[in-house]
């Protein structure tokens, strides 16, 4: 084995091959030729042999700065994008500020057109917030009884705290890329609540572990304030992507109850999410996605076949995008969820976060009143998944080899 091998990070949270690492290039900043490079990557979706899908997914990933200018910028809108009302008496602006969100009057929500109900909100947060949710990602939710991929080969003793048997190491991390890796650094997916099994692509009633309370009460502000009232939070897919790092092709669809809304959160460095359409032969539509950043698929875009084909530094050209530097106001609400991180647990979360990206994604998994199958609950002892296992759920997605280009 070599001295300094390649870590080809392997995403399983809602499908994630290992692929060859791309590029780590910023998203430009220059705007020209945008619609020129949009037509061209649209001409690209129809050629014929490979599906559609697959064709973007290979040229979002593999191609340099220069060609992802027709990727859609909700910091620019424009185009196929509009603005999206959302139910802002849904939520009090003391419940927002209680997430660590700003009053939903001032949230920036969009749509895109051919994707209805697809909502884009960019970054709500109150200033410092995030914080939260990033230590909470790396600190908290990793801890047992919730479930993550290192518990496939480690025995439980080993994972009981990946917090602190990582934090002294990411703090003292250099540059070099022969450093060896904290366990934090080798954790691409951590479940909640109902705990999704990889092998047989099913939740079940006793695979189940209390969902986070503050979780649960932003995801709840969120999707009220989408036209949501009464989301309930059951289960939650944390991704741990690196600059190496994608998501392949899939669809949510394992959920019993796909009346209520996807919801997505996003903090550090950037991505290119691809948003397709109910079959993999139909173009995806390629899109930034920032820190601080949410996205709500419901409705028609509830099933819809989607990716991240890579994962890019932060368009501000800093080591943290400058909404992550923000300090936290001494003055919280009453009641709020959001808590003050100390200077030495945010040194270790910005260190991690100079090279990473954390994604949540939250579901809700039964309808008020609606139950599991039978064979779902008398089945009551969940398989363990195969080390190179992910969460491809629909079955006519191919299952992709190491080191293989997709």
């Not at 705007?31 to 697959?54: H, I, S, V």
């Not at 139910?87 to 009057?105: E, F, I, K």
Request: aromatic share 8%; hydrophobic share 35%.
């Amino acid at each position: 084995m070599p001295s300094c091998p390649t870590h080809r990070r392997h995403l399983v949270s809602c499908g994630a091959p290992p692929l060859r690492p791309a590029s780590a290039a910023r998203a430009p900043s220059d705007r020209g030729g945008a619609t020129k490079m949009a037509a061209g990557a649209a001409a690209l979706g129809r050629e014929g042999g490979e599906d559609a899908f697959r064709r973007l997914f290979r040229f979002y990933r593999q191609r340099d700065a220069a060609d992802l200018r027709g990727v859609v910028d909700f910091s620019a809108p424009g185009g196929q994008v509009f603005r999206s009302q959302l139910s802002v008496s849904s939520v009090s602006d003391q419940d927002a500020c209680r997430a660590g969100l700003q009053p939903v009057s001032r949230w920036k929500a969009y749509g895109l057109n051919g994707y209805p109900g697809f909502i884009f909100i960019q970054n709500p947060f109150l200033p410092g917030c995030q914080r939260h949710w990033v230590k909470q990602c790396l600190k908290l939710y990793t801890q047992k009884p919730n479930v993550c991929n290192l518990d496939l080969h480690m025995a439980p003793e080993k994972t009981a705290d990946l917090w602190g048997q990582s934090k002294e190491k990411l703090r003292r991390k250099g540059s070099s890329k022969c450093e060896p890796r904290s366990l934090l650094e080798k954790l691409r997916w951590v479940t909640l609540g109902y705990h999704y099994n990889w092998d047989t692509k099913k939740y079940s009633a006793n695979h189940h572990t209390p969902f986070p309370s503050d979780l649960a009460f932003l995801s709840e502000q969120v999707a009220a304030a989408c036209g949501f009232r009464g989301f309930q939070a059951q289960a939650g897919i944390l991704n741990y992507y690196h600059f190496d790092s994608s998501l392949g092709i899939h669809v949510d669809e394992s959920e019993l109850d796909h009346s209520r809304p996807l919801l997505s959160f996003s903090f550090g460095q950037s991505s290119i999410f691809l948003l397709g359409g109910l079959k993999r032969e139909e173009a995806p539509t390629a899109m930034f996605m920032h820190s601080g950043d949410i996205m709500v698929m419901s409705g028609f875009s509830r099933l819809l076949y989607h990716a991240v084909p890579r994962v890019l530094p932060n368009p501000e050209g800093t080591a943290l995008p400058s909404c992550l530097n923000q300090a936290l106001s001494t003055d919280l609400p009453v009641g709020s969820v959001i808590e003050h991180s100390s200077d030495e647990d945010w040194q270790v979360c910005a260190k991690y976060l100079q090279s990473s990206r954390i994604n949540m994604t939250i579901r809700q998994v039964l309808a008020e009143g609606q139950k599991f199958p039978e064979e779902s609950v008398t089945n009551t002892e969940s398989r363990v998944p195969s080390e190179d296992s992910h969460h491809q759920e629909n079955s006519r997605a191919k299952r992709h080899k190491p080191n293989m280009d997709s």
